[in-house]
C-alpha cells in the first residue's frame, strides 16, 4: 500500500474507527483487517532502503512545505519521524557522521567509537578498522552473515572507504557524482535485484550549500531537486507490489548547515537533522518522540552529549533500526540503539 493510499484509507475508516496498515497479502489471509497496532513494523519487512540526503537543513522543509517539497512532506506524513534528530556529537561532516550510520558508533575511536574523523579522499587510515584500531563491524556484515544481499549507491567518492573496510559484505557499489544518474541506478537495482539493504547518498544539498551557501535560494532549490529524486526513489519501490509490500524507507541526513560551512559542530543548523521511516506496519504521521516517550527525549535546541541518560533520535540509529526492522541482532560492538529500542510502530 503506497503513502497515499494509506492515508486515503486512514480518512476513509475513520468514520467507522478500524484502519488498515499491514500488506496486501497480509490482508487477504483474514476477512477481518488487523488493527494497525497489534501489527509490528517488521512483521513484513524484508528489504530495508537507506537514503542519506548530504546537508539537509530541516528549516528548508518548513520554508519549502508541502508544495515545494511534497515527496518528503509526503513520506512523513505516512510514517514516524521527526525534525528535531541529531548529528554524532563530535563532528557535523560527511564521511564522519555517514560511518556513523552504518557502524552503530559513536566517532571518537579512544571510547569506543569508529575512528573516522577525515572527510576526504585520501586514504588515511585505508579503512574504518585502521581508524579505529580494532574491528569494526556494520550494518552490511550484519545482513551479509544473515544471508542477505548489500548495496552502497553514493554521490562522493569519499565513501569507496566503506568498500575497503568492508568488501566481502558490499555486493554492489555505486559511486556516481550526478545525482540524477545516480537515483536511476537505484531505481534500476530495486527494480532487477533482490536485496534485503540498499544504502542511498544523495549530495546535491551539500554540494550547492558549500557553492551558494546553506539555506539560500540556489540551496533552497536543490532541496527541492532532490525531493524530486527521493520522490522518484520511493514510486520505484511502490510500482511494485512485492517491494511496496514488504520494504521499509529510513531518510535522514549527516548535518545541516547554514551560510558557508556546517563544520561548527557546537552550532544548532548544523547539529539538527531529520528522521523519518515509513513502510509496512510504521506508524502513520507519528513524532517519533511520542513513540518512544520512555528512552527518547526531545532535546529541544540542546545538543546533547553521550553522557545524557536519556538520548535523542541520532542519524547512528539508522544501522541497529534497519537490523531490528529486518529481525536481526544490532551490529556489534555498536552503541547507537543496540538495545533495539527505537520504535517505529504502534505495536511496540
Known amino acids: 500500500m ?11 475508516c475513520a468514520a467507522v474507527g478500524l484502519c488498515l496498515t499491514s500488506a496486501p497479502a497480509q490482508m487477504a489471509s483474514s476477512s477481518i483487517p488487523p488493527d494497525p497496532r497489534s501489527v509490528s513494523a517488521d512483521d513484513a519487512i524484508d528489504s530495508v532502503l537507506a537514503i542519506s540526503i548530504d546537508g539537509l537543513n530541516p528549516e528548508a522543509l518548513r520554508i519549502l512545505g508541502p508544495e515545494g517539497t511534497p515527496h518528503l512532506h509526503d513520506f512523513m506524513a505516512s510514517g514516524a519521524s521527526t525534525l528535531n534528530a541529531r548529528t554524532e556529537h563530535e563532528k557535523t561532516l560527511t564521511l564522519p557522521n555517514h560511518t556513523g550510520m552504518v557502524t552503530g558508533r559513536r566517532i571518537e575511536a579512544e571510547t569506543g567509537g569508529h ?31 544473515a544471508g542477505g544481499s548489500t548495496a552502497l549507491f553514493a ?41 534485503a539493504f540498499r544504502f542511498v547518498h544523495f549530495s546535491l544539498p551539500d554540494n550547492v550549500g558549500h557553492a551558494k551557501g546553506f539555506m539560500s535560494r540556489p540551496y533552497l532549490r536543490s532541496v527541492k531537486q532532490v525531493d524530486t529524486l527521493l520522490g522518484g526513489v520511493v514510486a520505484a519501490v ?58 527518547r527525549r526531545d532535546p529541544g535546541t540542546r545538543r546533547t552529549t553521550y553522557a545524557q541518560p536519556v538520548q535523542p533520535v541520532r542519524n547512528g540509529d539508522l544501522a541497529n533500526l534497519a537490523l531490528d526492522l529486518l529481525d536481526l541482532d544490532a551490529v556489534p560492538g555498536s552503541e547507537h540503539n543496540s538495545g533495539l529500542g527505537l520504535d517505529v510502530s504502534l505495536a511496540n
Request: charge should be positive; aromatic fraction near 6%; avoid cysteine.
Open 2 to 12: 503506497t503513502p497515499r493510499s494509506v492515508l486515503a484509507s486512514v480518512i476513509a
Open 115 to 145: 575512528g573516522v574523523t577525515w572527510n576526504d579522499d585520501r586514504r588515511r587510515p585505508a579503512t574504518v578498522q585502521a581508524a579505529a584500531g580494532r574491528r569494526v563491524e556494520s550494518v552490511f556484515t550484519s545482513i551479509s552473515a
Open 155 to 195: 554521490s562522493k567518492t569519499k565513501f569507496s572507504l566503506w568498500k575497503r573496510s568492508w568488501p566481502l559484505a558490499i555486493d554492489k557499489t555505486r559511486i556516481q557524482l550526478d545525482n540524477g544518474l545516480l537515483a536511476r541506478s537505484v531505481r534500476r537495482d530495486l527494480r532487477d535485484h533482490d536485496r
Open 238 to 295: 511502490e510500482s511494485d507490489p512485492g517491494l511496496d509490500a514488504g520494504t521499509a524507507i529510513i531518510v535522514t541526513s549527516d548535518h545541516g548547515g547554514l551560510g558557508d560551512s556546517h563544520s561548527d559542530a557546537r552550532r544548532f543548523a548544523n547539529y539538527r537533522i531529520a528522521f523519518m521511516v515509513a513502510g509496512p506496519g510504521v506508524a502513520i504521521g507519528a513524532d517519533l518522540y511520542d513513540l518512544n516517550a520512555d528512552d
